[in-house]
């Protein structure tokens, strides 16, 4: 029996992506932190709870082939969404379950990997009492939690827009979806009209603008709810600690380094901190966090040394995020704009412009022998946050001397999203073994890749333009609507060329895409 406790049943939620749910980012944030990541050699189990529509896990499963891979959610209309794309993507590897979290089978068994993103602010305290008992009775030893929630301080000023919305979308009559159309145009009167509140909150004012971008579906299942919950990060140590997992680390990599998260004049604050879970709720004032993805682990094993972590997380190859970097560089993640320059950075740089390689690899290298191993390890993490560096599974794919008129999908879950993503307004992910991961592309990149692969190169251009006009879709460029034919045609031409001579032989080096 299904208990909704609240939650809305009525409007599918969307589809998405998010890299941070990858078993590679979360090994690869639990080494950086120290601790001994699970699902070496890709033999591991992976369970993501409120799996949505399931084009996570799905992704995940086509991209990591010896792994299991389960998916929960409440929804059938969620679930039989995945159940489709799990059969027409061949994905023996993957199953979803229509299920509450109280009514999980006891032989379902443990996993080395469990994911809870979109669950916990959305959930009464009943199901949050479940999560914990799931996390006790199967987070296998050595395993990592995902777990993503609203966080304080970020939503102390925007709290009330959620208030506004759910009380209006009460009064009014229809689905789920009628109900946040209608609250968002009162949301809208009451900013243009200048409440008071909108008056004296700028950036929830501004955060109207942002809301009017989003799915109906995604305002209606973020703010509808009869439970939704923000939470200080302490709050949610002490509340998982109830199950015996311990604070690990946070996802994206860079919420590992305080230094790219504060501003400068902070940072003697957290030179001084007493501990990692005091800098934490240090950095979410200092940073006014609104959202965190942290991970959490049962009886990780402790990463004292070079060689330690060698043994245990070798496996990961690590390369530049792309090419031309030069020094000094500059990135800007969010609060902080930080500058990297020296070495070892400009040496890693060189070497992994070069080839993907793993640690041992790397300080192997002529160019790096010499620097201390501890110094390159902080280095290359620095690297991965900033963005200069990405991690993969495995080795690249050489490119062909000369590119096929018609590549082929390497994995039928790949052919099948491109067939069903045409010209979508969603980016998706597709699927690859090198990463891990998934790589997003846009709808029209799917249509262009679908049309590629199954009809060739010849009349291209035509061809997705043709399809293009087909939708009835308008399309835009600099937010702007495209109505001048020639405008179009020319706009379909370059994205033509950019999927051809750029994302195509990235998508091959990835393994997404081969030679026929």
Known sequence: MLASSGYITDTPYVPGFYANMAPIAMRHVAVLNRNVPPGRAGAFRYLE?????????????????????????????????????????????????????????????????????GVLSWVSAEV????????????APGGVLLVSYN???GWSHLQPIRG???????????????????????????????AKYFLDNPAAAAYVDSL??????????????????TYYFSDVVEFFARAGVGYVGSLPAFQNFWEFCVRPEFHDLFRTSVSRLVSEAHKDICANTAFRWDLYGLSCGLIGSVADRLACADDILYRVARA?????????????????????FESLTAVLSRSALRLSELMAAPELSACDPDVLVTSLDAGVAMGLFEILAQPMQELPAELPDQPHVAHPFNAHLLATEAFGDRPIALASRVSGSGYPVTGLDAAILHELTTAGSEVLEQRVLDGFRATGKTMNHNGQPVTDPNQMKSLIDQAC????????????????????
């Open 212 to 229: 009017l971008h989003q799915d109906v579906n995604y305002v209606a299942h973020e703010y509808l709810h009869d439970h939704w919950s």
């Open 49 to 117: 709870l409120g799996c949505g529509l399931g084009r996570v896990f799905t992704t995940l499963a086509a991209a990591n082939p010896e792994a299991e891979f389960v998916g929960v959610d409440i929804n059938p209309v969620h679930t039989a969404f995945a159940d489709r794309d799990i059969r027409a993507g061949r994905l023996a590897n993957a199953r979803v379950l229509t299920l509450d979290f109280a009514s999980l089978p006891e032989d379902l068994g443990r996993f080395d990997f469990i994911a809870v993103h």
């Open 324 to 344: 031309g970097i030069t020094f000094p560089c500059q990135v800007n993640l969010g609060q902080v704009v930080s500058t990297v320059q020296g070495e070892p």
């Open 128 to 139: 949050r009492e479940q999560l914990l008992a799931i996390c006790r009775a199967h987070l």
């Open 497 to 516: 060329r950019q999927v051809r001579e750029v994302l195509v032989p990235q998508l091959m080096r990835l393994g997404v895409l081969v030679a026929p």
């Open 151 to 153: 966080a304080m301080p």
């Open 164 to 194: 506004i919305l759910r009380q209006y979308a009460s009064l009014r009559q229809g689905d789920a979806q009628q109900k946040a159309r209608d609250a968002m145009a009162y949301l809208v009167l009451l900013r243009e009209r200048q």
